[in-house]
């Protein structure tokens, strides 16, 4: 069965550290994923999505980067935090048009 | 560009009673999610709908889809405290190429005694 790996689960950063966040997924090849970005008491905001390996599309504009530099690893990362970053991370996989969507357990991220 | 709306955002009834929360989408689609998020925690997948007519049940909930009014309803049987929590819709611009889904604000739901 297919799995989604997030970590870490909570991080607090001071303004200006960079940032890493990983996503992995197991038991599936060539996985569409996806990086939303949540803040309190919020809807969900699409950061990025990727259909393959190198291929990033960006939603938003931002001071948040991505990357995917194996076929079922995904990578959030920013050189600079600001204190509007904070929010719930969440990485999904999906298999492809027509399937469903499956998500992380996210990143609650605190930059002070 | 597709706007997903969802009413009511903040939704307090009573255990044993029925309610219907609304999802609107304003471009043409043929896939909606609805998912459930409880506080702190990730989104839990409740129903895939794929196609025009498309209804789905779990329990006490159903939903349901109307592509041509672009509209999708989640209905809430005989509420009990269990289904306390925010549920969001997703859609899917255009047709099945689309890669990404889109969400909805979420409804907070709180069912009471």
């Known amino acids: 069965s297919q799995t989604i790996h997030q970590w870490p689960a909570t991080l607090v950063q001071p303004v200006g550290s960079p940032l890493s966040l990983e996503c992995t997924v197991e038991g599936t090849s060539n996985p569409n994923l996806y990086w939303y970005r949540q803040a309190a008491g919020r809807g969900l905001q699409l950061l990025f999505y990727?259909?393959?390996?190198?291929?990033i599309s960006s939603e938003v504009p931002q001071n948040l980067s991505a990357s995917r530099p194996q076929d079922r690893q995904f990578i959030l990362s920013s050189k600079k935090l600001l204190l509007s970053d904070s929010g719930f991370y969440l990485c999904?996989?999906?298999?492809?048009?027509?399937?469903?969507?499956?998500f992380g357990s996210g990143t609650r991220l605190t930059v002070v | 560009e597709l706007k997903v709306e969802q009413n009511p955002l903040f939704l307090s009834m009573q255990e044993g009673k029925n309610y219907t929360i609304y999802c609107n989408y304003s471009t043409t689609s043929d896939r909606l999610y609805w998912y459930r998020q409880d506080p702190g925690k990730s989104l839990e997948s409740l129903f895939v709908l794929l196609s025009n007519g498309a209804v789905k049940q779990e329990g006490r909930l159903m939903a349901s889809l109307d592509t041509k009014a672009r509209l999708s309803t989640l209905h809430i049987t005989a509420a009990v405290h269990d289904l306390s929590a925010t549920y969001f819709c997703a859609v899917a611009p255009g047709y099945s190429s689309a890669s990404k889904i889109i969400f909805g604000s979420g409804t907070r739901l709180s069912i009471r005694p």
């Open positions: 999904a996989w999906s298999a492809g048009p027509g399937g469903g969507y499956t």
């Open positions: 990727s259909v393959g390996i190198g291929q």
